[in-house]
Structures are given as structure tokens and as C-alpha cells.
């Protein structure tokens, strides 16, 4: 058994192939060091900063599922924060915060489709709306009419040349297609927005919900600083009670 990820000596510790104590503490983020171990390669710039805006956007939505879970656990249990944390990380689903897998996943059909990009949005629309299927990555019950980070994210991404960006041109197009077939307009969402720049980023769709849950770890631990001062769980336990 072997792994390429770490390894040690007596006196060294590393990660991949870098020497921890010499090339990546105080000389690399914690975004660039994980882009470099997830991944394998150095990022550059521009997955740099699409990955860093990625995991503020995800990193906090108010009382989401995840958090009441976590928060719900850690009334149970206040000695154990890892154990309220991995309650609400394993509420990042197909439902809340991990979607953009499912977008992403539509996005590498269109590019793969040889009917074109207008005419494979059309056919998968078109399905999803006979179907009754939700479109991943469209609409949103908070932000209407259109999600405010969405936008944000497509400029931080366009305005590096290492980005590609066909699968937000892809995405654009797709939403144009949603709002025609159903008859109103169906934001972007984040998840959605977020799938685009990740592919561009040259971020796997097997891969994306794992930044949803690093991302999302940070917030849990925001929720449980702030249940510690001023706890909600039992409140929300006496509310179902009642």
C-alpha cells in the first residue's frame, strides 16, 4: 500500500513532493496548498481565484439544514464539535450546497453532445420539463430574480485568460433556454454558477463536492461559536415539540 500524498523522514514532512516546513508553510495559501494536494498540480492564478471565491461563497447560507443538524447535535452533544460538524457536513447533498455536481454533470453532456450546444440545451430541458424534474442549478426559493452571486462568480472567472470559459457561455445559454421552455425566468443559481467556473477551473465533477464540504466545515464551526453564546437548539427542539 502507497500513497503520493505525504510522507515523512525523521526530520521532514511532506506533501506531494514539497517539503512542508520549507516550500508550503508561510510560503503557500490554504487554498493553493489544497488546490496542490486535491489536485496534483500547482494552481495557477486564475484557479486560484475562482477556487477562493467558491469557498466563501459556500461557506455560510444562515439556518440551512446542515446548520440546524449541527446545531441540534451539538445540544445533544457539547463536548464533541466534530461530532455537530460531521452531522451538518453530511447534509451537503444533492439537494442543498452540493449540487453543482449535478450541474456540472449536464454541462459535460451539452460540451459532449455532437448536436451542438443550442440543440443539446433544447433536448435536456425539454426532457427535465416533461419529466417534472428540477433543473439543477437554476432557480432559487430566496433570490429572485436573480441570485446576487452568481454574476460575481462569472466576473472573477473571465477575468483570467487561464480560465476557460465555455462552460459559462454553456451555462448562459442553458439558462436562456430554461426561461424560454418554462415560460419565466429561472435564476442561475450559485450551485450552478459555481459548476461553470469549476469546470473552467479544470475541476472534476467527481471532485466538486468536496470544496462544498471544506467550505461548508467552516461555517458549522461559525453556527457552533455562535450556539455556545447564544444557543438556538432548543429552541428549534421546542418548536417541533410544540
Same mark, same amino acid.
Given at each position: 500500500?502507497?500513497?503520493?500524498? $505525504?510522507?515523512?523522514?525523521?526530520?521532514?514532512?511532506?506533501?506531494?513532493?514539497? @517539503?512542508?516546513?520549507?516550500?508550503?508553510?508561510?510560503?503557500?495559501?490554504?487554498?493553493?496548498?489544497?488546490?496542490?494536494?486535491?489536485?496534483?498540480? !500547482?494552481?495557477?492564478?486564475?484557479?486560484?481565484?475562482? !477556487?477562493?471565491?467558491?469557498?466563501?461563497?459556500?461557506?455560510?447560507?444562515?439556518?440551512?439544514? $446542515?446548520?440546524?443538524?449541527?446545531?441540534?447535535?451539538?445540544?445533544?452533544?457539547?463536548?464533541?464539535?466534530?461530532?455537530?460538524?460531521?452531522?451538518?457536513?453530511? @447534509?451537503?447533498?444533492?439537494?442543498?450546497?452540493?449540487?453543482?455536481? @449535478?450541474?456540472?454533470?449536464?454541462?459535460?453532456?451539452?460540451?459532449?453532445?455532437?448536436?451542438?450546444?443550442?440543440?443539446?440545451?433544447?433536448?435536456?430541458?425539454?426532457?427535465?420539463?416533461?419529466?417534472?424534474?428540477?433543473?439543477?442549478?437554476? /432557480?432559487?426559493?430566496?433570490?429572485?430574480?436573480?441570485?446576487?452571486?452568481?454574476?460575481?462568480?462569472?466576473?472573477?472567472?473571465?477575468?483570467?485568460?487561464?480560465?476557460?470559459?465555455?462552460?459559462?457561455?454553456?451555462?448562459?445559454? !442553458?439558462?436562456?433556454?430554461?426561461?424560454?421552455?418554462?415560460?419565466?425566468?429561472?435564476?442561475?443559481?450559485?450551485? /450552478?454558477?459555481?459548476?461553470?467556473?469549476?469546470?473552467?477551473? /479544470?475541476?472534476?465533477?467527481?471532485?466538486?463536492?468536496?470544496?462544498?464540504?471544506?467550505?461548508?466545515?467552516? /461555517?458549522?464551526?461559525?453556527?457552533?461559536?455562535?450556539?455556545?453564546?447564544?444557543?438556538?437548539?432548543?429552541?428549534?427542539?421546542?418548536?417541533?415539540? @410544540?
Amino acid at each position: 500500500m502507497e500513497t503520493k500524498l $505525504s510522507t515523512h523522514s525523521l526530520d521532514a514532512l511532506f506533501l506531494r513532493d514539497k @517539503n512542508l516546513v520549507d516550500d508550503v508553510i508561510g510560503k503557500m495559501s490554504f487554498t493553493d496548498a489544497m488546490f496542490y494536494h486535491i489536485v496534483g498540480t !500547482l494552481p495557477t492564478c486564475g484557479q486560484t481565484a475562482v !477556487l477562493d471565491a467558491v469557498l466563501v461563497t459556500l461557506m455560510e447560507h444562515g439556518l440551512t439544514p $446542515s446548520a440546524i443538524s449541527a446545531r441540534l447535535t451539538f445540544l445533544s452533544a457539547p463536548e464533541a464539535m466534530q461530532s455537530a460538524i460531521a452531522a451538518g457536513l453530511l @447534509n451537503v447533498g444533492s439537494q442543498f450546497i452540493g449540487t453543482m455536481e @449535478n450541474t456540472a454533470t449536464i454541462l459535460a453532456r451539452i460540451h459532449a453532445d455532437p448536436a451542438g450546444v443550442e440543440a443539446s440545451c433544447q433536448q435536456i430541458v425539454q426532457q427535465h420539463k416533461d419529466t417534472g424534474k428540477h433543473m439543477p442549478g437554476f /432557480g432559487h426559493h430566496l433570490h429572485r430574480p436573480d441570485d446576487p452571486r452568481s454574476p460575481k462568480l462569472f466576473a472573477i472567472a473571465a477575468a483570467f485568460d487561464d480560465i476557460d470559459q465555455r462552460p459559462i457561455s454553456t451555462i448562459k445559454t !442553458l439558462g436562456s433556454v430554461v426561461d424560454e421552455i418554462y415560460g419565466k425566468h429561472l435564476t442561475i443559481n450559485a450551485t /450552478g454558477a459555481i459548476a461553470a467556473v469549476l469546470m473552467g477551473a /479544470g475541476i472534476p465533477a467527481r471532485i466538486m463536492r468536496g470544496f462544498a464540504v471544506i467550505s461548508r466545515a467552516a /461555517g458549522l464551526v461559525a453556527h457552533l461559536m455562535e450556539e455556545q453564546e447564544t444557543p438556538t437548539g432548543r429552541a428549534i427542539w421546542d418548536m417541533v415539540d @410544540n
